[in-house]
């Protein structure tokens, strides 16, 4: 029986089954980083798996890294603290998005202001999902949820353009949908020396799909397909025709000196080196 | 080597201790009365390769102090009140994961943003009972500058043994007081640092050496991959709500204090052999004490200090016995007696507990404590 080449980077036993719902879009990202660990080559033993609080929170646990399983919205400062204590770890943070935009919304522009190497993949599903379906900072206007029973009177947060503004060095947003694209953006967010964030959206059927009455898991996916754009795609179209639409794609793919270089410089000051 | 005598503060006692016990981390956020830790360490951490980050605030301060401890830094962080309210979930998380580290508690007068630049003892009550759940702390409290920097030292000693954040709980008064002392001469003073796993990474077990402390755990990217949670867990760190499980975990979290209470606690004790009357006293108000006492001394009153330097664990058996053999005992404390009742719980011989206090912001005066010494001596 020929093995399949991710199932040893999965912890075994009483780890699983996960808690995730069936329809749920994060396996479909646990898979992505599995393919582009093992694309890179990167030894196991020099991943730091660090995540918040929250159904993607809880991928450390499924995947055989070194893991930091942290408290809501942290995860950030923790892996700040595991990257500059050892620069040569490759840090993976997972959050979700009220994990990292709401809760943890000043450490993610800290993080990314301070160009911290850290790839943070946020699963955006829309909604508090282990919480029980509550708003978030992504949910969009109007949208329901358990908290939100008249429609979301917030405006939401755009991850991508918040994290380059903050001074992120990578931000891209692929979905669970297009699973390929997906890997490349991990992966490309994985060679990067510095704060690179790919939002991964994510649907939840159970919470926001039901509370929104937008159907089976299957059809959510198709919602997804019908509803993204390509950036490129949507350079070509006016505001209107874009109404509705969420861009996908790398909206920003620079170099800064990352923070542990930085710091390392300061260390040979101050030692007069 | 030459005798080193330094006029150090507190706050500069503790940073300089700090280097001495290994710290190679450290993050915060500066807030007044203990700046000078963050501002020495910036200073000092990158000469000796070590890391200095200032966070974006005290919750991600304590995060990133925790973060760099699973990777196999030794740690700290320094703060005071509110900053330190703003630690508690953290601080929580660090006693479940079990990870070593030391906060700086340079407490001012509260409560909310109250007397930033004066001092106070009323956080001792937070640092015991601050986080949620049930779990033990440990919390140390200097009466000197040379104090600051052994006890800072035996923080780190006591994180790396009990695998746990482990609260230096200074104040305003001892942080910023300056004095002479002798810095210790490396190898002087004991530094402790826990012994690295050498079993096979297939069989380690992140929490299941066996014993509650002294037991070797490794640093993440050394080659164990294991889990780390705030959930309930396992011998390996997996979340768990197996009841035996659990209840594996609870009791680990207890026993290692519960049955090391001798070797945690220290107290130091002046004049108690014929004392009638016993100042119970610690940290800043301590040292007014010990003023008090000496001039009682001096009128023939039969007066002792009972003073501990390990606040929590509480010195539950010392307390009750000195209670025993004495009258009265004064508890002066620069707050509004946060530790009477602690002293009152340890009473087991209707002996009189007087509260002496002070919390204006100013230091408890020795003139104070000598009258009321004189009152209970009528």
């Known amino acids: 029986m020929k093995i399949h080449p991710a199932y040893e980077m999965l912890r075994p036993g009483k780890k699983f089954p996960n808690v995730w719902c069936p329809g749920c879009g994060h396996g479909i990202v646990q898979g992505a980083i599995i393919r582009a660990v093992e694309r890179l080559g990167i030894n196991r033993d020099e991943v730091a798996m660090v995540s918040g609080i929250g159904c993607s929170s809880r991928m450390p646990v499924y995947v055989d890294f070194n893991s930091l399983h942290t408290a809501h919205g942290r995860a950030l400062p923790f892996a700040t603290g595991v990257k500059l204590h050892n620069p040569k770890l490759h840090v993976i943070v997972i959050t979700g998005d009220g994990d990292a935009l709401a809760i943890g919304g000043n450490h993610f522009i800290h993080a990314a202001r301070r160009n911290m190497e850290l790839t943070v993949i946020l699963m955006n599903n829309n909604i508090y999902g282990m919480t029980g379906g509550q708003y978030s900072p992504t949910t969009p206007i109007g949208k329901k949820a358990s908290t939100a029973p008249y429609g979301c009177a917030e405006r939401d947060f755009d991850a991508c353009a918040l994290a380059v503004a903050a001074g992120a060095v990578f931000a891209a947003r692929g979905t669970v949908y297009n699973a390929v694209e997906l890997d490349k953006m991990i992966e490309k967010a994985l060679t990067k020396k510095g704060f690179a964030l790919v939002e991964a959206l994510s649907p939840c059927p159970t919470l926001y799909g039901r509370l929104n009455k937008e159907g089976s898991a299957v059809k959510m996916l198709q919602t997804q397909k019908a509803n993204t754009i390509n950036l490129k795609a949507a350079e070509k179209l006016t505001p209107q025709e874009l109404e509705g639409k969420v861009v996908t794609g790398v909206f920003h793919d620079g170099e800064a000196q990352p923070y542990t270089e930085v710091y390392q410089q300061i260390i040979n000051k101050a030692q007069g080196r | ?378």
């Not at chain 2, 004790?269 to 940290?283: M, N, Q, T």
């Not at chain 2, 009742?341 to 009189?352: A, D, G, I, L």
């Open chain 2, 1 to 378: 080597m030459s005798k080193q005598i330094k006029l150090w503060q507190g706050n500069e006692a503790c940073a300089e201790g700090a280097i001495y016990a290994g710290c190679d981390f450290f993050g915060g956020y500066p807030i007044t009365p203990s700046t000078e830790v963050a501002e020495i360490l910036a200073a000092l951490l990158p000469k000796h390769g070590g890391k200095f980050i200032q966070m974006e605030d005290e919750i991600a301060g304590i995060g990133a102090i925790l973060g760099a401890a699973a990777a196999g830094a030794k740690s700290m962080t320094s703060t005071s009140g509110p900053g330190f309210s703003l630690m508690m979930e953290l601080l929580g998380y660090g006693c479940m994961a079990e990870i070593p580290c030391v906060i700086v508690n340079v407490q001012r007068a509260g409560p909310s943003t109250g007397l930033p630049t004066k001092g106070a003892q009323a956080d001792v009550m937070q640092t015991r009972w601050g986080t949620h759940g049930d779990h033990p702390t440990i919390a140390l409290c200097p009466s000197s500058i040379e104090e600051s920097f052994k006890l800072t030292v035996k923080a780190f000693n006591l994180a790396e043994k009990f695998r746990m954040p482990v609260i230096l709980l200074l104040d305003e008064f001892i942080g910023h007081m300056r004095e002479k002392m002798e810095v210790p001469k490396p190898g002087e003073l004991e530094i402790y640092n826990h012994p690295r796993p050498k079993v096979d990474p297939k069989e380690y077990q992140h929490y299941g050496d066996g014993s509650s402390v002294g037991g070797p755990y490794a640093a993440m990217g050394s080659g164990y991959r294991f889990n780390i949670t705030g959930l309930t867990h396992d011998k390996h760190g997996f979340p768990t709500s197996r009841l035996d499980e659990i209840q594996w975990k609870m009791d680990r979290l207890r026993d290692k204090i519960d049955r090391h209470l001798a070797e945690l606690t220290e107290v130091e004790e002046e004049f108690l052999d014929d004392a009638e009357i016993v100042i119970f006293s610690y940290g800043a108000a301590a040292r007014s004490s010990q003023q008090a006492v000496r001039q009682a001394r001096a009128k023939g009153i039969k007066v002792g200090l009972l003073r501990p330097t390990t606040i929590w664990p509480f010195p539950d058996r010392i307390v009750t016995d000195v209670l025993k053999k004495c009258r009265t005992m004064l508890v002066a404390e620069i707050s509004q007696g946060q530790l009477v009742y602690e002293v009152e719980r340890c009473n087991k011989s209707n002996t009189k507990v007087v509260p002496v206090l002070r919390y204006d912001g100013e230091m408890i005066t020795p003139a104070q404590i000598l009258k009321a010494v004189e009152e209970a001596q009528k």
